[in-house]
């Protein structure tokens, strides 16, 4: 995959305030990066310097190897921006509304209405399309402007709380849509404090405070894997003790602990030596109650990171 997004030295200042310091990363085709941390961390403002609606103090932005605030101006329609307070015109329809978005990017008429179909359905819109929009729920006008987002087929998607608003049932089905457009090959960011969400659709993981990237990764480095091994957790009967000692004196076994009556430790991810080492522990006669391994969510890492609210 090609490099579809890139923060090069980000920096964006209001005064003596900073509130993106010295930002760096990059996006291929078929990463979601998760953007989570505080309110006020500085996440919208990194959103909006990378769609081009406003310029770093430093640094730069580039889509698909070219600046977005180049010369060549059609480099940003291949940016699709949905801020987190959905923008549309009140008094028109729907669909009247999807028609201006179309006509604004140029689109053949037949072509536009088929991709307005297309989202309309995809995004559960179907039987308002001709509702004014200004009588929509803030949910539905969350997925108005979702669907003027993904009209354009852009390659790269900044979405800013688009799980806001949204029911438990629609935020399932927006998982699909999302993870179906990642699939696809868009480079995506994804900012949410809907953590559990966010963990099943990213790639990667991105944490910023006061405006600085403080973890950046693929997503299961932040639950604490490491290329090619897996924590697990295994519990015996009789306790702890005998089967920490054993796990202890394994090869390649590390980092054993014993808690609440279980035993956690790193071993490697393959299932075959998992499993080999599994029936190598029951043969040696450790009565064994449960094995798994053991992934800690993304909420709980957040957390544990300490981040505090920005104020």
């Not at 659709?201 to 932040?222: C, D, K, N, Y």
């Not at 519990?235 to 980092?255: M, N, S």
């Not at 080492?277 to 909420?299: D, N």
Request: hydrophobic content about 40%; proline content about 5%; overall charge negative.
């Amino acid at each position: 995959m090609s490099t579809l997004l890139t923060a090069d030295q980000v920096r964006v200042e209001y005064g003596p305030l900073v509130a993106v310091n010295e930002v760096s990363f990059s996006l291929e085709g078929g990463q979601l990066l998760g953007l989570v941390g505080p309110n006020g961390a500085g996440k919208t403002t990194l959103m909006r310097v990378l769609a081009g609606l406003m310029s770093p103090t430093r640094g730069e932005a580039r889509v698909m190897n070219k600046p977005v605030l180049g010369k060549d101006v059609d480099v940003r329609r291949e940016v699709g921006f949905a801020p987190d307070s959905p923008p549309a015109y009140e008094d028109i329809s729907l669909v009247t509304f999807l028609r201006f978005v179309a006509l604004s990017y140029q689109l053949d008429r037949q072509e536009a209405e088929e991709r307005i179909d297309f989202w309309l359905e995809r995004l559960w819109l179907e039987d308002k399309r001709d509702v004014r929009i200004g009588q929509l729920s803030r949910g539905m006008r969350q997925r108005v402007t979702l669907a003027r987002t993904f009209l354009p087929n852009p390659h790269v998607l900044l979405l800013d709380e688009p799980l806001t608003g949204l029911d438990p049932a629609g935020r399932v089905q927006l998982r699909g849509v999302l993870a179906s457009l990642r699939d696809q090959g868009c480079a995506m960011i994804v900012s949410s404090h809907i953590l559990t969400d966010l963990e099943a659709v990213s790639t990667h993981i991105a944490i910023l405070e006061h405006g600085r990237l403080i973890r950046f990764g693929p997503t299961h480095a932040l639950h604490g894997d490491t290329e090619g091994r897996r924590r697990y957790v295994i519990r015996c009967v009789g306790g702890v003790g005998g089967c920490a000692d054993r796990l202890a004196a394994w090869p390649d076994i590390t980092d054993v602990r014993g808690t609440d009556g279980a035993v956690t430790f790193e071993y490697h991810e393959d299932d075959e030596a998992a499993a080999a080492l599994l029936a190598e522990l029951v043969r040696e006669g450790l009565r064994v109650s449960s094995f798994h391994p053991l992934r800690e969510g993304l909420e709980e890492a957040y957390l544990r990171s300490g981040l505090r609210q920005v104020d």
